[in-house]
Structures are given as C-alpha cells and as structure tokens.
C-alpha cells in the first residue's frame, strides 16, 4: 500500500491540521514507510480471534447520576485563549 | 545525601539530621548549577517546592509523617500539577498552568508529603524514543552528553542519574520507563495496567498508558509505587484491588525461581555487546538459584506494526482535543473557524505527533478500519495469549530492555521508522498490559545497558524482589556518570 499526495492532503484535512505542499511531501514519505512496517500484520490469519482492547477485559464502571464537583468555571477559563461572560470566543460560524 | 537511597533519606528526615527545606535546597541547588547542560528539567519553582517541604516538616515534628514525606522528586511534565506549568513537552501546552492536580501527584504530595522538585522535560506527547521530539529542546544522557537519554521519560531518567533528583515519576506507553532507565542506568518500573490512575496524566494511548517510578534501585522503586498505586474512580480503567506493600517480599530467596527466556528476544536486532551483559546478568541469576527455561513468543514480531496502529489511533482521538478554544495554544491569526484549528494544531503540534495523528486518523477513517485497526487489536490478542502460556512454565521473563546502548543525538532523529525499532523488546509488554521492569545490567564502551523483567498480571511485588536480589549481588545501579560525585 502507498499513499498518494492526494490522500495525505484529505488526511491531514480530517485530522485538521494544515499541511503546505512541500509538508505533504515529506509526510508522504514518512508515512509510507511507517505503512511499510505496519502492513506486516496483514500476512497473520487472525480469523475467530476476539479484538483485544484492554488488559484486563473489564467493563465500564458507571456511577450514579449525581453532582460530584464543584463549580470551577472561573479557573478552568481561566487558561482559555479567548472568554467572555463564561463563553468561549471562537471566530463566527454563522453569519 | 544526595546518593543515599529513599529509605536513608527518610532514616535521615525522621531522625532531623536533615529537613526537607534543606534537603529540597540542596537538590534544587544541583539543578540550577547543572540542568542547564543537560535539560532535564522544564519547570522549576524555587517558592512552590520550599512552601511544600516547609510543609512536610511540619508533618515530621508533628509526627503525622508517612514514610517518604519530606523527600524531593522530579515529576514528569505529562502530570498536571495545579499551579504548576504542564506542558507536556507541546508548544501546544507551553503556557497551561494546569488548574487541577493529577491522581499521582495528589496522591505523591498531599497524602505521601514527597516535594515536587520541578517538572522534567520529555518527548513531546510522550511520542519518542529519544526526548529529542520535545518543544523544549533535547535532553542530554549524562553518561554522554553527546548521547540520548531515552524517551519518551528523558528528562526524568537523565535528572536521577546526574542527582538532580533522588527519584522521578515517569509513564510508560511503549517502553518510555523502561528504555530510558536502561540508557540511564536506573531502575524503572512499569505497572500493570490500571494499577496507578491515569487522571490527570496527559492522554496519549490510553489502553497502554501507565505512570510509574524510575530511581536508583529497586527498592526505591518498591516504595515509591506504595505511594502511586491504587483504586481511583476518576479513572475509567483503574483496577479497584486492595492495596498492597510492594516492598514485602524484597528480600525472599531467589531458590527456584524460573526465568523464561524467549527465543525470540535472544535472536538477531540485539547488538551482541548489549546481549553479553544480558546474559552475564542471567547466569548471576543463576548462581542466586533461579532456573532457566525456555520460552517462546511467537508474535513478538507483530508488536510494533499492531502498536503503531493502535497507539496512533488513541492518540488521534485524544489530542482532537487541542482545538485552540478551551486551553493551549491558538494561531495569532485565521478567517475562519475551521481555519483556526487547522493552523492551531499545525503550529502547536511538532512533527513526529502530526505524523502519529495522521497514521491514526487514516487508519481509523472509513474502509480502512478493520484491515487496520481491528487487525491491530486481534493481534494484541494473540501477543497477549503468547505471554499467558509462557507463564504457565516460568515465574518472570527476562530480556534486553533496548536492542542498543544510548545513540548520539540525532542519529535516528530523521528516520521514523528507525527510531520506533529502539522499543522492539518493551512494546509487547504494554500491548499485554504486564508489568516490566528495566535493571542496570554492564556496560558496553562506557554506556549503561538495561536487562528487562517481565512479570505476570500484578507481579509488581516479584519483580521487585527479583531485581532486590540481584542488585544485593551487584553493584551495577551504584555506578555513577563521571562527573557526578
């Protein structure tokens, strides 16, 4: 498997981060040969075998549906990049 | 003082030889005279670290002391500490002071009373092999400052071995305790997985990421998990067990032991200095009582390609947060908002984590995620079934830790692919979920080489005692760098 120039550019759209031309070279051929190694596991039969997405095959805790934290607005926006009156300013999505 | 072991540190704080203000003056002394060559450290604050060992001498003469309260440690800049810089190694996070404290560090200062030292430098997202993917700069291995320390704990590993700090914690996705501590000469360990929280630890892979210490001998170490280890409800994976003393069975004989080796971790890839010690090691094993058998793990081989699947996947997911709206960095300018993450994210992330973000995006994206990623995951199966019959004929599995002593800076800094072979011996033990263990073990040309352990589920407490003994027997972890006296 290779990966085209094209197919990087609508990667890195996806994953939204901006890539220039000469960017996307290079990382064409980075990941491509990252491909090179993980492509080894495509020669394995692993037909019945159960995916394995934790150590320990335990299941999600839930707890109960109560308030357990304190209000930490202030702090917490305190590290934003940009507030206002408890929002978050981002550029406008709407017009 | 500053190479007395954690327990003669504490002997010393109980008996009032020493405070911890003057302790922690001491230690903080060494890093403004040294860091500066080597870069271990990211974040030191003079006031905060004194505030908190003024503390700790209270709780001494007020005799509510635990055992470690009072002793400096340097903290791996992946743990939010609140009030604290945490930046993860990321231009993304280069000015995020953290707002809330992660379980470890909760659980190390408030309830243990150890003294933050500052915060150590490590590869950036905890995605290397090297500590030279960090925004803050390489970190230089004090054996040889021409060479690397590991990663992605680098500046952990490199702070304890030129005593900078007595410990540091560390975290542990593929092999960054354990490699680190081998190119380092110390002794690290990586727990189970869901042993130590992982709340407030900054996400990479989250089904591999685990925290544990790194220090000059096991029995540190020993003491050290009793402090990190334990149930915690803010983490979704942490594993509700009783605690436990990882330091009880540090001194029972070795008489009967069985050692695994596997075949494959005794084949070619292994620089044949590195593996003589290795095996140097084993055969002092032996003289201990310890038996030897022969093991096998078949789909070693797998373990990088599945992990470079499944590590990139997680950390795709995980690091969509750094979207430039609620913390971190954001483009001074952008005409949209579409716009803005895409140049936050291209300016804030360095290259090897847009890289990982990519695989994983790609690999997770429509059509491509059962070739990929649940191939990745069946695979992790199978690595993990090998381990579970090995352990049905020996009690711990040993091995190199790293195929290499520490390489120079900049030697596999261009070549991926390269650079992700450096963790070939550690990344089936994180796919597993085991607890593995790095132990001085020679040297070869002057740099330190690392013979790795490899425990069964919650075996921490054996492997302790295993690498105890030997280093009762040996006196590898006790050699120092030249220059650090």
């Known amino acids: 498997m290779s990966l085209t120039l094209e197919q990087v550019q609508r990667i890195a759209h996806l994953a939204r981060i901006e890539v220039s031309e000469s960017e996307a070279l290079t990382t064409q051929g980075h990941l491509n040969g990252i491909f090179e190694l993980i492509e080894q596991m495509q020669a394995v039969d692993t037909r019945g075998v159960e995916p394995m997405a934790h150590a320990q095959d335990v299941s999600q805790r839930l707890r109960d549906d109560i308030v357990s934290e304190a209000d930490r607005r202030a702090a917490f926006q305190a590290v934003a990049p940009e507030t206002e009156a408890g929002l978050y300013l981002v550029p406008k999505v709407i017009e | 003082m500053i190479h007395a072991s954690l327990k003669q540190l504490s002997q010393a704080l109980a008996a009032k030889q020493i405070s911890s203000v003057e302790l922690s003056t001491l230690f903080l002394d060494r890093i403004e005279r040294l860091n500066p060559q080597i870069n271990a450290l990211v974040t030191v604050d003079r006031e905060r670290t004194l505030n908190a060992a003024r503390a700790a001498d209270a709780r001494i003469a007020a005799g509510t002391a635990g055992p470690l309260t009072g002793i400096p440690i340097a903290q791996k800049d992946i743990f939010c500490a609140e009030g604290w810089r945490t930046t993860c190694g990321s231009k993304m996070l280069a000015n995020f002071v953290s707002p809330y404290d992660a379980t470890v560090i909760r659980k190390m200062e408030a309830e243990a009373g150890l003294v933050s030292l500052g915060k150590t430098n490590m590869d950036e997202f905890a995605m290397g092999s090297s500590n030279e993917t960090s925004f803050f700069g390489p970190v230089r291995n004090p054996w040889d400052n021409a060479r690397v320390p ?52 900054i996400a990479f892979a989250s089904s591999l990421d685990q925290a544990g210490p790194m220090a000059a001998s096991a029995e540190d170490c020993a003491l050290l998990l009793n402090t ?53 090691a084993i055969a002092e094993y032996e003289k201990l009582g310890a038996q030897i058998v022969d093991v096998s793990l078949p789909n070693s081989h797998l373990s990088v390609p599945a992990y470079y699947v499944i590590a990139p996947a997680e950390a795709s997911s995980n690091l969509s947060r750094f979207d430039g709206v609620r913390y971190g960095y954001r483009a001074p300018e952008y005409d949209s908002l579409d716009d803005m993450y895409m140049k936050s994210r291209a300016q804030g992330f360095g290259a090897e984590v847009k890289r990982r973000i990519l695989i994983g ?105 295993v690498a105890h003994r030997y280093q009762q027997a040996t006196d590898w972890h006790q050699r120092r760098p030249a220059g650090i006296e």
Do not use: W
């Open chain 2, 228 to 280: 990190m280890a334990g149930f915690d409800e803010r983490d979704s994976t942490s594993l509700d067990r009783p605690q436990e003393d990882y330091a009880r069975d540090l001194d029972k004989p070795l008489a009967g032991l069985r050692i695994g080796l596997p075949k494959e971790f005794f084949g070619e890839g292994c620089d044949a200095e590195v593996m003589a010690a290795v095996r140097a």
């Open chain 2, 361 to 465: 995006t790609y690999v997770l994206s429509h059509g491509y995620y059962d070739a990929y990623y649940l191939q990745a995951q069946r695979i992790r199966r199978l690595i993990a079934n090998d381990f579970v019959e090995a352990f049905k004929s020996c009690d711990v599995i040993m091995g190199p830790t790293s195929p290499s002593t520490a390489f120079k800076l900049g030697e596999k800094a261009a070549d991926p692919v390269q650079m992700y072979l450096s963790d070939i011996y550690t990344i089936a033990v994180n796919l597993a979920g085991l607890p593995g263990m790095s132990v001085p073990c020679g040297f070869v040309g002057g740099l330190p080489v690392g013979l790795q352990l490899v425990g069964n589920y919650f075996a921490e407490a054996q492997l302790l005692n």
């Open chain 2, 150 to 201: 590991g990663g992605s704990s680098g500046g952990s590993a490199a702070a304890v071995a030129a005593r900078l700090a007595p410990a540091a914690t560390g975290t542990d996705t593929g092999g960054s305790i354990r490699q680190p501590a081998a190119l380092c000469n110390l002794t690290g360990l990586k727990p189970t997985y869901g042993v130590v929280s992982r709340y407030g630890m």
